[in-house]
């Protein structure tokens, strides 16, 4: 199958994360049935920011603008098990 799921943009991203979208610390995690989830990467070193938080997230004391949407850094399955240890 070529391009992108129904729903989602060319490079596959779901639409609908909010602000996380456009967030530097945005890490999307895909699991092996095709979910997408947004990870915060701020939530490792911050217990204020939630791993995965509620979406779509409208405001956010720690967003930092990142790369343009459909840019974000996606993380396997694996380095998703590997950040909870």
């Keep these: 199958m070529a391009g992108a799921p129904p729903g989602c943009d060319p490079a596959g991203v779901p639409p609908g994360f909010g602000l ?18 947004s990870l915060c990467g701020r939530s490792r070193t911050d217990p204020r920011y939630p791993k995965y938080p509620r979406v779509p ?14 840019e974000p850094a996606a993380v396997s399955d694996a380095a998703a098990r590997a950040w909870r240890s």
């Design 57 to 70: 997230v409208r405001a956010c004391p720690g967003h930092e603008p990142g790369p343009e949407r459909g």
């Design 20 to 37: 996380c979208d456009s967030c530097r610390h945005q890490r999307l995690v895909r699991n092996t049935r095709g979910s997408t989830f």
